[in-house]
Every structure is written in structure tokens, then in C-alpha cells.
């Protein structure tokens, strides 16, 4: 095969808005019908192949290392639900995992339930939306896709017999839950631009041909879901935009004729999501503080009737998440980036912290699914520490560690050492990031370093442990993870300070942070990569743009690049969705901001350093063409000599491959590229 790049023919095509005219020379690329386009992805990966021959026995040491550090015979730590023990388990060579359950005791026999490596074992890929058991234990709905366009088909299968019945429901997307007398089944469904706009009610053991709809949100800018009071007297269906939200209620008992019902009219820019507990319902709110509260409200009253306030406005202190137990209240909460976990007792209001052992951590909601309970899980996890699951007892106040996540081929964290730093951008704000590598390092300016991205939806950046990076900090690299604006680490107003026409701070943050490694002799620009995927991807390629001086690598994955035209175009999915995240280009100060960023639009003549770019063929959320027409432009236009590459994974969608070790092969391959652009050969 020829050395040269497949440099993608120039078709002439323009775009005219707001008086501006934009070309658009590969325009072409979009039409997946076109044999030409599936002959030109193809063209693309032979060459990122053949430019990546040479860092084939790094890539397999990589693979190597990083199978060397899972634990392939896994099983999770097991929790209680009605009369069964759950778990799931993954065994050596196997791709997915398998669930399980045992009746009344974790050392009752194990009944295997579903297992994905069965269900996967005639499709190139799979995806399990989710898996209900219904309330008495008899039932399971599952939903699986097995394109990776994020399209489920919501089968159901008897758990006496472990046989499938034949009802199947198509297209439906990623939520549903049972009603709490197993009567019902409650499903999302997509609109044509794939927002998920109704909710159907299934009667089960019926034909789906009877199935009602029992909620439509018409407004293109909101989406639905589903979920359970954790009590599970209530089934709530919610509303929600980038800025706004509704929620709706049914009972859990109620029969065919009943309707959801709203809880508080939504108001735009508040939003709320509810809980229940003795006849009120619990409002996580943001109306009235910028980082959410919480009160109560009873049922079926107005929003101004006999409001309790339980956790009141907290400057500084974000309230992420609730649980809702019978005797406490579990609050997820975060201060300055960091975060906590506040348990209330019910009976007198009093509330504790727990105390935690590193300075940088991260936690989560663990499964909890019983409201009647005595202790409840979280999840721990550092950037140097492997994952843990705890038990906290709500009688005495102790936690127990359940289960710690290994390394088997070998892991001291005491070996790192992780911290939080400052850089301080242009308009004096200081931009956080999370800085770990290993305790010997000398900032003499010639190590290597990966600062990493996102930046988007008020997404926080967690500092939690990834396996693959252990690759990176064991050659000596330096890990930035990057808290810029438009993400949500330092709360709400650090989200809204980086989006729409404030977009661009998200980008200059990042750059200060790359040069604030640089300056701090962390690193120098010809050691530094940078990755970021999906809207992470649009903040490394607008940033690339800009400075293409600052690094020596850059893996995009997925990344959203050509804003200005997917913006414009309503009949991609999520796009009318996105416009409080974005703007609506409709406007042309919005379609002003965009022009000035997109990286699609803002490719010119310079030399670029070496790049990585991944796609998905069957992507609904970033299509494949907007990665495939960066490339092609980037190619045109690039006056240096560092490779330009395109990986797209014909068989995948947004999230990449699926089963575990396809999974790790893809970081493998990602982690060769960085690696042999910054010099390592082993």
C-alpha cells in the first residue's frame, strides 16, 4: 500500500447563513449510502494501520499490561433486593458479564438470571440498556442493542424458567421501569431525531399492540426518562432540557386508566427532581439556590403549600445527589471540587460527614435498593487508589470495606502521589485541575505528560483510578485532568460560565492548564499530549486550532468538530436538544460564537502535531462524518509532517467497542499512538 494518506476527493458544496458563506468541500462524506464513503473510511484505517505498524509490539506489550491489571475472574460486591442477593461476575476470556442471584442468603445457590456473553455471542456488538426484575421477583424486562445506534429491543423473560416470552417490543430507548405491583411495564420511545418524547404503559402478558401512551413531552428542547421512588410507591416521569425540568407522577398500584400527574409546573431555568417519603415529596431544587436544596411538599399540593426546608441554600456546597431511606437521608454533596457524603437521621435532623482517607478522592452511589435498611453502599475510589465498595452502618456510624478492587499484576499506591492545582487564566480565575504522577518525579521540563478534557453539560471530570493510566504514570508521565469551565466541578455557576456565548472560556482554560504544566517544568511541549472525547473532542480540536504549538499529541475521540453545521441541521438527532448547551446558530450571535470555535470551520494552513482521530459508523450522538470531514480538512490544510490518522470502528457506535477485552484493545491501540509520538518504544 502507498505511504501516502488517503486525502479525500474536494466536491464543491457551500453553506450560506446570516450572510456568511462557508465550504464545505467534503460535504460528500455524509452520505453513508455512498459506496465511495465506506471505501474512503476504509482507506482511512488501512493507513492508520500502516502508519501504526511500527508500534505494533507496543501496542501488544500495552494490551499486555493492561489485561495484566483486571481482575478476570470478577465478581461485584453482592446487595439485597426484596428476597434475593444480587451480583454480577465476569470469568476469564469472557467479554461480559453475567447476573446473578441466590434466595435469602448471599450463601444460598447461585441462579444465574442473564448472561450477556450468551446474549452477545451471534453480534459483532452489544449494549444492555438495562435489566428490571419486577417487584415480586418473577419477571425480567431487559433491552438490548446490538448496532450500537442506541436503539434497545425490549424483550422479557420468566425467571421460574429462564425462558424468553415472545413478546418484543422494538425501538425503544435506555429507560423503563415496572410498576410496584408488577402489573405493568413503564418504556421510553425516541422521536424521528432520536429524543426520547413518550412514555408507554404495557400491560404485561399482553400483545404490545395494546400498549398506551401515558406521556409525550412535544417540546423538541426537552427529553423524558423514568425512574422509582425509592420506596417504590410512585413511578415518576420527568422533562428535561439543559436549563429546566418537570416531573410527573403515578402510583405504583395504578390501573389502566390513570394518568401522570404533574408535581410542580416547570418554570424555565429551575430545575427539580423528586423522591418520596411518608406522603411528601422531596425536591432537589436549584429555585432559590444556585447549587440546589432540598424540601418537601405534600402530595397533590400546590408549590407554595406547606413547604419544609430540609437542606437549605449552602453557599459553596453543591448538592448533587440524594437517597432516600426510611430512617436517614444519604446526601451526595461536593465543596470546591471535592466530594462528601452527608448522612441525616430522619428522627431528630442531626447529620454527620464522613471522614475519608486521601486529600483526592472521588465517591459514588453504590446499589442500594431497599428503602428499609440499616446501612447503605458507596463507592471510593482515588486517581492512585483502586476502587472500593463500603457499607456504612446507619446504627453505629462505621464503615466496612466490602470488597477493593485489585491489581493483580501489581500496584502500591503509595508509589504516587496525587494533588490538586491552580492555573490562573486571563481573566484571573483560577482553572482546578486534579495533577498525579509518580512520587520520584523531577520537574526538570523532560518528562512526558497527558492533560485530559471535557468541559461540557456541567459534566465533572472524576478523579477517580483508571486502570489504563497506569500505562502512562509507570513510563513516568505526569496525569492532568483538566476542571474547566462548562463542566460542573466547582458547581453551577462554573458550568454556565462555560457554555454558549461564554464558550470560549472552556478552550482558554485549557490551554492555561497545558501551560501551566509547561511552566512548572512538569513537562515541555515537545512531551505533551492532550486527549478529550465527544464535546471533548470539540474542546481539544478548537484548542489544537489555536495552539497546535503546545503539543507533540492529540487523541480526539468521537469528537464533536463541525458545531456550526450539525446545529443547524434539526433532522440530526439531539440536535434541537442541544441548543441551551450550545445556542441555536438560528441567531446569529450564537451562530457568531460558533464560526469563532468550531474546529471544522477554523482549520488552517499550519503545522498541526500528530493526531489520532476515532469515529463510530453507527454514532447517533456524534456521526461518523463530522470526525471523517475534520481528517480530511485537517490534511488539506496541515504544512507540518506529523501524521494525521482516522480510526473508525465500522461495527460501533458512540461509546466504541463493547465487550471488555475489544474494549482494552482500543485503549492499547490509542495509548501506542500517544506513546510512539512521544518518543517510547517499549
Given at each position: ?6 486525502f ?26 455512498n ?9 482511512e ?5 500502516l ?7 507496543l501496542e ?34 469472557q ?20 448472561d ?65 405491583d ?10 424521528a ?11 404485561f402478558g399482553?400483545?404490545?399492540?395494546l ?6 413531552e412535544p ?12 420506596d417504590?410507591?410512585?413511578v ?7 436549563e429546566?425540568?418537570e416531573?410527573h407522577?403515578l ?34 431544587t436549584?429555585?432559590?439556590a ?24 449552602r ?10 431511606l ?41 446499589n ?24 456504612y ?14 491489581v ?31 512520587r ?26 483508571s ?15 483538566a ?39 512538569y ?5 505533551l499530549?492532550?486527549?478529550?472525547g ?12 489555536e495552539r ?6 492529540v ?8 458545531v ?13 436538544f ?82 471488555r ?7 492499547a ?8 509520538q ?5
Amino acid at each position: 500500500m502507498s505511504q501516502s494518506p488517503p486525502f479525500a476527493a474536494e466536491r464543491p458544496f457551500e453553506h450560506r447563513e446570516h450572510g456568511v458563506t462557508r465550504r464545505d468541500p467534503f460535504h460528500w462524506l455524509r452520505n453513508r449510502e455512498n459506496p465511495e464513503v465506506i471505501e474512503h473510511l476504509k482507506a482511512e484505517n488501512a493507513y492508520t494501520e500502516l502508519k501504526m505498524a511500527g508500534a505494533k509490539p507496543l501496542e501488544a506489550k500495552l494490551y499486555e499490561e493492561l489485561i495484566g491489571r483486571i481482575e478476570e475472574d470478577w465478581e461485584s460486591c453482592p446487595y439485597r433486593d426484596g428476597d434475593y442477593f444480587y451480583t454480577s461476575r465476569i470469568a476469564k476470556g469472557q467479554s461480559y458479564h453475567c447476573y446473578c442471584r441466590r434466595l435469602g442468603s448471599i450463601e444460598s445457590p447461585e441462579e444465574v438470571y442473564f448472561d450477556a456473553n450468551k446474549a452477545a455471542a451471534e453480534h459483532d456488538y452489544f449494549d444492555l440498556a438495562y435489566l428490571e426484575i419486577s417487584p415480586d421477583g418473577r419477571w425480567l424486562a431487559y433491552a438490548i442493542d446490538t448496532t450500537g445506534d442506541e436503539e434497545y429491543e425490549l424483550r422479557f423473560r420468566d425467571l421460574q424458567t429462564n425462558e424468553d416470552l415472545d413478546t418484543l417490543i422494538p425501538a425503544v430507548s435506555a429507560d423503563g421501569e415496572w410498576s410496584s405491583d408488577g402489573r405493568h411495564f413503564y418504556y421510553t420511545t425516541e422521536s424521528a431525531t432520536r429524543r426520547a418524547d413518550k412514555v408507554l404503559r404495557h400491560r404485561f402478558g399482553t400483545s404490545p399492540d395494546l400498549d398506551r401512551l401515558v406521556y409525550e413531552e412535544p417540546n423538541e428542547h426537552f427529553f423524558v426518562g423514568l425512574y422509582s421512588s425509592q420506596d417504590r410507591e410512585y413511578v415518576f416521569a420527568y422533562s428535561i432540557s439543559k436549563e429546566t425540568s418537570e416531573v410527573h407522577y403515578l402510583s405504583g398500584y395504578a390501573d389502566e386508566q390513570a394518568e401522570f400527574q404533574c408535581i410542580l409546573p416547570r418554570q424555565t431555568g429551575i430545575r427539580y427532581f423528586a423522591e418520596h417519603r411518608n406522603g411528601r415529596f422531596l425536591l432537589r431544587t436549584n429555585q432559590g439556590a444556585v447549587d440546589f436544596r432540598l424540601i418537601s411538599i405534600p402530595v397533590g399540593s400546590g408549590p407554595t403549600e406547606a413547604v419544609e426546608e430540609i437542606l437549605p441554600d449552602r453557599p459553596g456546597v453543591q448538592l448533587k445527589e440524594i437517597l432516600n431511606l426510611k430512617s436517614h437521608l444519604i446526601a451526595f454533596e461536593c465543596i470546591r471540587g471535592q466530594d462528601q457524603i452527608r448522612v441525616l437521621n430522619w428522627a431528630d435532623r442531626s447529620s454527620v460527614v464522613l471522614e475519608m482517607p486521601d486529600p483526592v478522592y472521588t465517591l459514588s452511589d453504590g446499589n442500594n435498593e431497599e428503602y428499609e435498611t440499616d446501612h447503605f453502599q458507596f463507592g471510593y475510589a482515588s486517581p492512585i487508589r483502586p476502587s472500593a465498595v463500603y457499607a456504612y452502618d446507619l446504627r453505629n456510624g462505621r464503615s466496612e470495606c466490602l470488597k477493593s478492587s485489585k491489581v493483580p499484576s501489581g500496584h502500591n499506591p503509595d508509589d504516587y502521589v496525587v494533588e490538586r492545582h491552580y492555573a490562573k487564566a486571563a481573566d484571573g480565575t483560577e482553572i482546578p485541575m486534579t495533577l498525579f504522577h509518580r512520587r520520584d518525579c523531577v520537574r526538570d521540563g523532560l518528562a512526558p505528560a497527558l492533560i485530559y478534557g471535557y468541559g461540557a453539560y456541567g459534566e465533572t471530570v472524576s478523579p477517580g483510578f483508571s486502570r489504563g493510566r497506569l500505562s502512562y504514570l509507570k513510563r513516568g508521565f505526569t496525569i492532568a485532568l483538566a476542571h474547566v469551565r462548562g463542566g460542573g466541578f466547582l458547581g453551577e455557576e462554573w458550568y454556565q460560565s462555560g457554555k454558549l456565548e461564554k464558550k470560549r472560556n472552556s478552550f482558554d482554560d485549557f490551554i492555561r492548564c497545558a501551560e501551566y504544566l509547561i511552566e512548572q517544568r512538569y513537562t515541555s511541549s515537545e512531551r505533551l499530549a492532550a486527549e478529550g472525547g465527544s464535546a471533548g473532542g470539540l474542546l481539544v480540536g478548537s484548542v489544537v486550532n489555536e495552539r497546535p504549538d503546545l503539543f507533540k499529541a492529540v487523541l480526539a475521540c468521537v469528537p464533536f468538530v463541525d458545531v456550526v453545521s450539525t446545529m443547524l441541521d434539526e433532522s440530526i438527532p439531539l440536535t434541537t436538544f442541544e441548543y441551551e448547551e450550545w445556542g441555536d446558530p438560528r441567531n446569529k450571535t450564537f451562530f457568531d460564537c460558533m464560526l469563532s470555535y468550531s474546529p471544522y470551520d477554523n482549520v488552517k494552513p499550519q503545522a498541526y502535531p500528530a493526531m489520532l482521530v476515532t469515529a463510530g459508523l453507527n454514532d447517533s450522538r456524534v456521526q461518523y462524518w463530522e470526525p471523517a470531514k475534520w481528517v480530511a480538512k485537517l490534511r488539506r490544510a496541515h504544512t507540518g509532517t506529523a501524521p494525521i490518522l482516522l480510526k473508525t470502528n465500522l461495527d460501533a457506535g458512540h461509546g466504541g467497542a463493547t465487550g471488555r477485552y475489544a474494549a482494552y484493545q482500543e485503549v492499547a491501540f490509542e495509548q501506542a499512538f500517544v506513546l510512539d509520538q512521544l518518543g517510547f518504544s517499549q
